[in-house]
Nanobody
Framework: QVQLVESGGGLVQAGGSLRLSCAAS????????MGWFRQAPGKERESVGR????????LDANSVKGRFTISRDNAKNTAYLQMNSLKPEDTAKYYC????????????????WGQGTQVTVSS
């Protein structure tokens, strides 16, 4: 069984930065795609982006392109979401996910999910 634990969320002013971490335990996530999702109150869950084992990454949300970066450290079994130039509309609970299939992950059907970490951006 794999556990994913997110950390790094918090309250930040608009224009600030945060780096979220997603630490996996239970097994090494070789060949797993890791991704980030977010869900704001009253809104549907949105895919932020994902990264393959080799480091190939994709941002799905147009609103974060140019501001967010996804990376991973396979030796630490950890994925990261670097968020710069944060805006109030980035306020959401951010979730980490992992799956062998990029398609399953990007459609929200990942095998493994974290509990989420709250990000609040004040104006």
């Amino acid at each position: 069984q794999v556990q994913l634990v997110e950390s790094g969320g918090g309250l930040v002013q608009a224009g600030g930065s945060l780096r979220l971490s997603c630490a996996a335990s239970g097994r090494t996530l070789s060949e797993y795609v890791m991704g980030w999702f977010r869900q704001a109150p009253g809104k549907e869950r949105e895919s932020v982006g994902r990264i393959s084992w080799s480091g190939s990454n994709t941002l799905d949300a147009n609103s974060v392109k140019g501001r967010f970066t996804i990376s991973r450290d396979n030796a630490k079994n950890t994925a990261y979401l670097q968020m710069n130039s944060l805006k109030p509309e980035d306020t959401a609970k951010y979730y980490c996910a992992a799956d062998r299939s990029a398609l399953r992950l990007m459609t929200g059907r990942s095998e493994y999910w974290g509990q989420g970490t709250q990000v609040t951006v004040s104006s």
